[in-house]
């Protein structure tokens, strides 16, 4: 699917509107076609209408910008005072700009839609300290539970189990964008594993990037290949018996079923 920006210009007097396409689109007409009928008709309004718009935008401009004359057809007509022609002339000019830069906007709408989204998770509040945008890489469904692969930055998985009936409430299917979240106190810590084998199954690694300890537990943040962070948080006394400090090579471990999968709205 294609996505495009559109967007019109209104002209306003203290908060007021004085008007658009459509009533510019009225005073061009009053110049072209010299009454008032003829260029209601041409504009597709009705004759009241177009007298309600011309005397809405006499009274906002504080100046009129149609007036009538003698000796047109019919022993009168209606013409654009100069003020009304310059401000038809502006607007022209004003709008041409402004389809010019929508233009421009929207040949870069697939960059906005992008960040639109990133800015929507940005302002998301979850009491979640891990947050990992990616996509689905792997979907294994079973009777009760679903079983999702979620590729986030730097190629790294992160997989969760959720009921199938939140499967199917997210659309989740390979492809789709998601994002999921992690508590820090249900990532746990270690060093050293080498080929151990463990029950639970996300295992992200990387470098101790900050280290805060606190009375009774200690935070730790994690740097992950290709820019991503994580943080956990572990007991004083298990960040100094590990000797956590920056710069140590260590694995974020934490269960499928800690995982909580979203998707965008």
Known sequence: MSMELQGNVWMTIDGQKLGGQDRVALLSAVASEGSITAAAKAVGMSYKGAWDAIEAMNNLAGEPLVERVAGGKGGGGT???????????????????????????????????????LIQRMKMKTSARNQFNGKVVALKQGAVNDEVVLEIVGGQQVVATITRDSSDSLGLAVGVEAFALIKASSVIVATELGDVKLSARNRLTGKVSRVQPGAVNTEVSIELPGGGTIAAIVTKDSGEALALEVGVDVSAIFKASSVIIGTPA
């Open 79 to 117: 013409r654009l005072t100069a003020r009304g022609d310059q401000l038809v002339e502006n607007f022209r000019k004003i709008d041409a700009a402004h389809r010019e830069f929508v233009a421009h906007l929207s040949s870069q709408s697939h960059a906005l839609a992008d960040d639109f989204l």
